[in-house]
């Protein structure tokens, strides 16, 4: 299993990237943070192990479901991410811990309670191998639930801007492996049902979780500019030497169609809640 790419690039820009933006990222994709602790259900006292934990909101928001005494445990390969989970930390001075580690091959001191993960699953080499490692960290009877992200065109707020700076590439950008690791890995419910059964998992469940995302920004150009910003769009507008202006005005148009009266952007998602037993 090898999985240095993505930890090369979460350890880079991106991974920066993430950091500068955290705050804006939480409030954008704070509804699927509560997704997953609702269906968690974490009991007083329990101890989830948090899988891609990034900048933590979910492991301070899962110990705080547990009662606030015992500290849920975040895991990533992310040096700058996990600098900033562990401020986070210690601002709120929560007992939340966070440790460094390849999920797929990482193992706990103690045995937790249960996985939780926000789009934190889905960048293994071999998934099934990573899933059977992170079941065994977790006590027999232990439960898992996580979100990951439907198929791309499903969700308008990542496609949109995509498709508006389509025409103007220089060449088209070659398709993407459906299966490759990335934040759409996932997407086939049949695949990640089989990926679960292979690593052990008993009942799972995939159920949809289709809602509106609020982009970051009071108004379009600062909605589109984070997009490009974060999207696969930055990387294309290098690769292929891309004037940005003429990215951003496209953006800035496909956006505008879903603009709200105070310039707000609220677009469709879609991701699947994913639970199961160990
Ligand atoms: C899309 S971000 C989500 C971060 C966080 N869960 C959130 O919702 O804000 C994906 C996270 O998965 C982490 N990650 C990627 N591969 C990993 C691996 N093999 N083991 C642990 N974490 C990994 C990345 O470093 C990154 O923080």
Same mark, same amino acid.
């Given at each position: ?6 930890? !090369? ?11 500068? #933006? &955290? ?22 006292? !329990? ?18 479901? &547990? ?5 849920s ?17 210690a ?5 939340a ?19 939780? &993960? ?31 992200? #439907? ?6 707020w ?9 025409? %103007? %590439? ?27 059964? !292979?690593?052990?998992? #008993?009942? &799972?469940?995939? !159920? ?15 909605s ?15 690769? #292929? ?24 952007i ?13």
């Amino acid at each position: 299993m090898n999985n240095d790419a993505m930890i !090369e690039y979460w350890n880079g820009a991106a991974g920066q990237k993430w950091v500068d #933006q &955290s705050d804006r990222l939480d409030a954008m994709l704070g509804q699927f943070a509560d997704g997953v602790l609702d269906a968690a259900a974490i009991q007083t006292g !329990e101890r989830a192990l948090d899988i891609g934990c990034g900048a933590g909101v979910l492991t301070l928001g899962a110990t705080a479901q &547990s009662g606030g005494s015992i500290g849920s445990l975040g895991v990533d390969v992310s040096t700058p991410l996990l600098a900033l989970a562990r401020k986070r930390a210690a601002e709120a001075e929560s007992p939340a811990t966070f440790e460094h580690g390849d999920a797929s091959v990482y193992t706990a001191d103690d045995k937790l309670d249960l996985m939780i &993960s926000r789009f934190g699953v889905m960048f293994f080499d071999d998934p099934a191998a990573a899933f059977a490692n992170i079941r065994a960290q977790i006590r027999t009877g232990g439960r898992m639930a996580f979100m990951c992200w #439907q198929a791309l065109p499903l969700n308008d707020w990542a496609f949109a801007p995509f498709q508006a700076a389509l025409p %103007l %590439l220089r060449e088209a950008p070659p398709s993407p492996d459906p299966t490759a690791p990335g934040p759409f890995a996932f997407a086939d419910k049949d695949r990640v049902a089989g990926i679960l059964t !292979e690593a052990g998992w #008993q009942n &799972s469940s995939i !159920e949809p979780f289709e809602t509106e995302i609020t982009l970051p920004g009071d108004d379009v150009e600062t909605s589109a500019r984070f997009m490009l910003q974060l999207g696969p769009l930055s990387r294309l507008i290098a690769e #292929q030497d891309l004037d940005p202006q003429t990215i951003l005005n496209a953006v800035i148009d496909k956006l505008s169609e879903h603009a709200e009266t105070d310039g707000r952007i609220k677009m469709k998602s879609a991701c699947w809640l994913v639970q199961a037993n160990a």
